[in-house]
């Protein structure tokens, strides 16, 4: 297998404990993988993508990097703290979507002293065009990191999270996590498929992208990027996207105030509150064995939450 450098940036191995108060509530073993505690900002999923993909960077040469998303995209917050504490500079080219307000990841944007840039278009296409004209401006070769840091390189960091789930020496019947770029869930997926080949990843989307497309093309692209020949899991895809992305849901609100109510633990409307939602519905249709140790990956996103207008729900 191939080896890729990457820089140090996180506090891993993240904690992963057994969940008691939801384990009794919903009639099995719940475990938490607690990446939102990776020692950035708020933590979160993409701190191990970023690993690679700013090493990369810095080898390159660059001392610019761009990313985009949502308004309140906690991949391109993260991206900026990682970049700030590299010593490089960053730019955010962010979609007009969601709230633009000063509120949740904006405060955290404002803070760093990040230039954020805001596009009225639903194009990634014209986002990276306009990431080179920027670069073509300012007379700066741009290092453009994909939305949710989901390429093949990104990618190999979730590998290295379920090498270190193995680590632990915990059997896991099922593991659960976010899908809203696909990187995560191609990671988790194939590297389960390395190092826990006894357990099932289900993935739960956020949104309706083509994920049985897009996740499948990222777990061959980090194969052939690690130089291994393995047969490609097909991911268990499970819609839970509602309304629409970074949209909340009623489900995935009520899984959030669960966690919160019973284990004291922040979820977030976009990834991690829907993500367990699908969680706790399969475990209230009896998917789950009273047995079984199912562990659901925490991949951060709480600086969002206090974008949103809860009063909406009174």
């Excluded at 007379?139 to 390189?153: D, E, M, Q, T």
């Excluded at 194969?223 to 839970?240: H, K, R, T, W």
């Excluded at 004291?264 to 789950?288: M, N, P, W």
Aim: contains cysteine; proline residues 4%.
């Amino acid at each position: 297998m191939r080896h890729f450098e990457k820089v140090s940036l996180g506090l891993f191995p993240t904690p992963m404990y057994r969940l008691p108060n939801i384990s009794r509530e919903l009639g099995t073993n719940i475990w938490i993988k607690r990446d939102d505690l990776c020692g950035v900002a708020l933590g979160g999923n993409k701190v191990r993508k970023l690993e690679y993909l700013l090493y990369d960077a810095k080898k390159q040469g660059y001392d610019l990097v761009m990313t985009t998303g949502q308004a309140q995209s906690n991949h391109a917050m993260l991206t900026a703290a990682c970049v700030r504490k590299l010593g490089l500079d960053c730019i955010l080219l962010l979609k007009k979507r969601g709230i633009t307000a000063r509120k949740g990841n904006q405060v955290l944007n404002h803070l760093m002293g990040i230039e954020v840039r805001y596009m009225d278009t639903d194009s990634y296409d014209d986002i990276y065009q306009e990431m080179d004209r920027i670069g073509k401006e300012l007379g700066r070769k741009v290092y453009k990191i994909p939305c949710g840091g989901s390429n093949a390189l990104g990618t190999l960091g979730y590998i290295d999270c379920m090498k270190e789930i193995a680590a632990a020496g915990v059997h896991f019947d099922h593991l659960v996590c976010a899908c809203g770029s696909g990187g995560t869930a191609a990671g988790c997926t194939l590297g389960a498929k390395l190092h826990l080949p006894e357990t099932k990843v289900m993935c739960s989307m956020v949104d309706d992208d083509s994920f049985d497309r897009i996740v499948p093309q990222l777990m061959n692209e980090a194969a052939e990027l690690l130089n291994i020949s393995v047969e490609i899991p097909f991911p268990d895809l499970m819609a839970m996207w509602g309304p629409g992305y970074s949209i909340p849901s009623a489900e995935g609100n009520e899984a959030i105030k669960m966690m919160m109510e019973l284990e004291g633990i922040v979820l977030d409307t976009c990834y991690t509150g829907k993500a367990f939602a699908g969680l706790v519905r399969r475990a209230r249709e009896g998917f789950y064995k009273p047995e079984d140790n199912v562990l659901f990956v925490h991949t951060g996103g709480a600086g969002g939450l206090f974008a949103q207008d809860w009063e909406a729900e009174r």
